[in-house]
């Protein structure tokens, strides 16, 4: 079903729960491209709601679930990772009452523990519910941060599954591809893989060492002298902890193996700088320093900066 | 000695040891500030000496270990941390020869493998040399990216001890204070600490992710799906692995405790998530998140960026 497709021409109403940054953005994004002219909030607080009305980020709001589930054609849930599994577990047993139900997807961190999820409630994985994950997010948070251009050359990675509605799927890709972002499938446990590695392992490692150094005896001493390397290693380090508490729970297993497989290269690395082995360390420092500088042209080249 | 109480009113010939980011810089801003208007370089390739000529970087060059020596009233070795230690192996044994040896200082990012390597040569600690270590760098490197400003508002390390004359700690402390850096004194044994904490362990812990993730299996999906987060975290895997090698053996020591201690706490991040233990994690994520955002905070107030 494209865009377009839908009875009497209209475009889709895009009903998006949980209007912080990226469900804001989304909306505006969708404005923007004309992909729907009617996107609506919910959520539990309503100065954030009409927040997001007065800046003309949504068309209308509710703070009733049932109420924004009928009125979808898309519904987007944008909350946090955990958040998102009780959505599920609310609005999927609703739905079997409806002849043609929404098409479902969200945006949380972890794919896994959704489809978990999802299957336990609907009894398999229901057809219209697409997971997806954008990669693209920033610093600042909440509906005032939104920013339309937000998914412009970032990656929206989606995990169809056998069970979906064809239709369905390509409806979500449409909703993304008209936000600018670039669409790529992939299975759920990959992404879980992959996603383990470049962020939830990246953010557990920030987390450790700031908590390591600042418990020690010289912390003060320790950050007066820090620099800008430090700054940048450590930046996500000040992302939001109940999120990333939560994305460490939901995507246990593939974080776990990601952790073991640094703690592995992290002794090797102990072991060489303890005999003093150079030879050994340069190898490692080598290797590390082409594979940084190759990933960091494919990003420059992907998003010009 | 004070910069102006050089006999006849001079100031100091300043020779520059290794003519690269730090070397080129410190002979930008001494030049700038008015305390030296002799900077002299000396170096094996005579390309880059020519080029500083060119430039203006310098006011002479020599290839010849003696003569650059014999011209200073302060040298600065500004080689990396390893080829620091040959520098004084090689000329501390001709200074005993001469009446008024030149003030001899540092920039590398060890103190305590150098004051070792001077005890040995010199059979204690020479009086007019005297550690230290300017917190500046830059992603890029050698004299054609040597900035008079790289050294306002950031720290300098000096690191006196018992048998330094005070005259030449004194001078020192005016040469870098010349070129707009804040200059602190603090020991040996407690800035081979800091550094580890601050600055080598996290660069041991950024080539040992990006090398973990490019020798996995998935390591081309792992990285076309990174985003903006480990790109920041990475970054310090870009830099010189020559340097890094270096220093990872020259500070051994300090660097394997602070390898240890950071291993401990990820050991209780990977049991929290383990077993599924949200509080501990929450508790972690919080501290840590406060710390680094007071971190940012006071970095901020003293950069003004």
Redesign the interface.
């Known amino acids: 079903m494209a865009a377009d497709s839908l009875p009497g021409g209209t475009t889709p109403t895009v009903v998006i729960l949980g209007l912080g940054l990226i469900g804001g953005s989304l909306a505006r994004a969708l404005h923007g491209s004309g992909f729907s002219h009617r996107c609506i909030g919910w959520g539990h607080r309503e100065a954030s709601l009409q927040r997001g009305l007065e800046l003309g980020v949504i068309d209308a709001y509710t703070l009733d679930l049932e109420e924004a589930v009928d009125a979808a054609d898309i519904l987007v849930i944008a909350t946090p990772t955990l958040v998102a599994e009780q959505m599920l577990e609310q609005i999927l047993p609703r739905l079997r009452q409806r002849g043609q139900p929404p098409v479902i997807t969200d945006v949380a961190s972890v794919k896994g523990s959704l489809q978990r999820t999802a299957e336990a409630v609907w009894g398999g994985m229901p057809p219209r519910l697409v997971l997806g994950h954008p990669?693209?997010?920033s610093e600042r948070s909440g509906v005032e941060a939104s920013d339309a251009q937000l998914f412009v050359n970032?990656?929206v990675?989606l995990t169809p599954v056998e069970a979906n509605e064809p239709a369905a799927v390509e409806l979500v890709r449409a909703m993304w591809l008209s936000t600018g972002a670039e669409v790529v499938d992939m299975g759920v446990a990959?992404h879980d893989?992959?996603?383990a590695?470049?962020?939830h392992?990246?953010?557990?490692?920030?987390?450790?060492?700031?908590?390591?150094?600042?418990?020690?005896d010289?912390?003060e001493?320790?950050?007066?002298?820090?620099?800008?390397?430090?700054?940048?290693?450590?930046?996500?380090?000040?992302?939001d902890?109940?999120m990333?508490?939560?994305i460490?729970?939901a995507n246990?297993s593939a974080?776990?193996q990601a952790?073991?497989?640094?703690?592995?290269?992290?002794g090797q690395?102990?072991a060489a700088?303890?005999r003093?082995d150079?030879d050994s360390?340069?190898d490692?420092?080598?290797?590390?320093?082409t594979?940084?500088?190759?990933?960091?042209a494919?990003?420059a080249s992907r998003t010009g900066s």
């Open positions: 990669i693209a997010g970032h990656r990675i990959e893989t992959v996603l590695a470049t962020s392992l990246p953010h557990v490692l920030a987390y450790a060492l700031v908590d390591a150094l600042a418990s020690g010289a912390s001493d320790i950050f007066r002298f820090a620099a800008g390397g430090f700054r940048d290693f450590t930046r996500i380090a000040s992302s902890p109940v990333w508490r939560d460490a729970i246990r974080l776990l952790i073991d497989q640094f703690s592995d290269r992290l690395l102990r700088i303890d003093g150079g360390l340069l490692t420092f080598d290797r590390a320093k594979a940084r500088d190759a990933f960091a494919l990003l």
